[in-house]
T-cell receptor, first 111, second 114 residues
């Protein structure tokens, strides 16, 4: 059965901390994995990963994919209160029609 | 401005009263999809559409219908809503199959079925 599992489900840190969010997957004919950030409304796109071992980076956020071990991590360094959100991981099925989302990690960054 | 627009944003209604949630995108995207989001379950795909007149079931299609008569619109229909359909619903669109894969999401519709 295809599935995407994220951990932890929730996390509370203080400003300046570094956090690592995990996403593991079991999806037939894997091709890519996407990370989204969801604040109060719609999820917004962060990264799309297709190749193993190549880090994608945007400011304080970075992500990497391990296709052998079937997981991805999202790192946030020097966290700020504005990083508080739900972080979602999604994997499309091989034909890119159906998408499987993890349950998300709720990050709370305290001042 | 490129966007996905959902209406209504909030709705409280009663069991069995048919309702439609509209979704419209102005990016000429071929692919559109509906999701529901429930606490602890993440986003689950209800239906998706590859193009006009082409729709298919996602993971949780029971109790829902969709149609795609025009490229920009993809309404979600609840013929006989029930309380277990109380949820936060998102419509999304993207180009398909190549190009800008990340989906653009609407702001969500919060439905409460009493």
């Amino acid at each position: 059965e295809d599935k995407v599992v994220q951990s932890p489900l929730s996390l509370v840190v203080h400003e300046g901390d570094t956090v690592t969010l995990n996403c593991s997957y079991e999806v037939t004919n894997f091709r890519s994995l996407l990370w989204y950030k969801q604040e109060k409304k719609a999820p917004t796109f962060l990264f799309m990963l297709t190749s193993s071992g190549i880090e994608k980076k945007s400011g304080r956020l970075s992500s990497i994919l391990d296709k052998k071990e079937l997981f991805s991590i999202l790192n946030i360094t020097a966290t700020q209160t504005g990083d508080s959100a739900i972080y979602l991981c999604a994997v499309p099925l091989y034909n890119f029609n159906k998408f499987y989302f993890g349950s998300g990690t709720k990050l709370n960054v305290k001042p | 401005e490129a966007q996905v627009t959902q209406n209504p944003r909030y709705l409280i209604t009663v069991t069995g009263k048919k309702l439609t949630v509209t979704c419209s995108q102005n990016m000429n995207h071929e692919y559109m999809s509906w999701y529901r989001q429930d606490p602890g379950l993440g986003l689950r795909q209800i239906y998706y559409s590859m193009n006009v007149e082409v729709t298919d079931k996602g993971d949780v299609p029971e109790g829902y219908k969709v149609s795609r008569k025009e490229k920009r619109n993809f309404p979600l229909i609840l013929e006989s809503p029930s309380p277990n359909q109380t949820s936060l619903y998102f419509c999304a669109s993207s180009t398909h199959p190549l190009g800008e894969w990340p989906q653009h999401f609407g702001d969500g519709t919060r439905l409460s079925i009493l």
